[in-house]
């Protein structure tokens, strides 16, 4: 069983274009993550949930809004693409929200043109 | 800010040879973690040090932290080809001062040839 999986893993679309991807973890984990990997493969963290509550929101657009349903789940919706949103995007959770390991989805490849 | 980072930058090494990846801090760290990306994939998780542990191993991995240094090393021995990924060192220094996010270095590019 995927411990941690992301929808879609490939994403294609225009600039303006609203899109989601959706993250799920079946690992029983209280907090949630959400990184971006851009094209020299730094990793930077956007957000991140602890039971639901968002405890990390880094400077990102506005234009990117994360949902977490419920603990095991968390979205990320994204307005108006760019074509610098362009990356690889992955979702990690971990079984809290300090001093352990995190556990990475297999990311979605986001392309605007 | 960037936090750890990773040297060298890229590594081509032979199969059965070892491995090294060097990793410097700036701040005060909760634990130390490495972790593995093999191409087109997730990063892995391969080992959390604290900052009280000077050394720690897990099958053919051994890392050590020298907190007087801010450094840490990442050691494969009897590498495979199979270790071929990028390798990366990552932060924790919630709590202290630091950052409370898990910061990664730049990743470091090893190839182990057959």
């Known amino acids: 069983d995927t411990a941690v999986s992301q929808t879609p893993k490939y994403l294609v679309t225009q600039m303006g274009n609203d899109k989601s991807i959706k993250c799920e973890q079946n690992l029983g984990h209280d907090t949630m993550y959400w990184y971006k990997q851009d094209s020299k493969k730094f990793l930077k963290i956007m957000f991140s949930?602890?039971?639901?509550?968002?405890?990390i929101n880094e400077t990102v657009p506005n234009r990117f809004s994360p949902k977490s349903p419920d603990k095991a789940h968390l979205n990320l919706h994204i307005n108006s693409l760019e074509l610098g949103d362009s990356a690889v995007y992955f979702c990690?959770?971990?079984?809290?929200?300090?001093?352990?390991?995190?556990?990475f989805g297999p990311g979605t490849r986001l392309t605007v043109t | 800010s960037q936090q750890g980072e990773e040297d060298p930058q890229a590594l081509s090494i032979q199969e059965g040879e070892n491995a090294t990846m060097n990793c410097s801090y700036k701040t005060s760290i909760n634990n130390l973690q490495w972790y593995r990306q093999n191409s087109g994939r997730g990063l892995v998780h391969l080992i959390l040090?604290?900052?009280?542990?000077r050394e720690k191993h897990s099958g053919r991995l051994r890392v050590t932290l020298d907190t007087s240094k801010k450094s840490s090393s990442l050691l494969i021995t009897a590498s495979r080809a199979a270790d071929t990924a990028s390798y990366f060192c990552?932060?924790?220094?919630?709590?202290?001062?630091?950052?409370?996010?898990?910061?990664f270095g730049k990743g470091m590019k090893l190839t182990v040839n057959p």
């Open positions: 990552a932060t924790d220094a919630a709590g202290i001062g630091g950052s409370e996010k898990l910061v």
């Open positions: 949930y602890n039971n639901k509550e968002l405890i």
């Open positions: 040090i604290r900052s009280n542990e």
């Open positions: 990690a959770s971990s079984p809290a929200w300090r001093g352990y390991e995190q556990y």
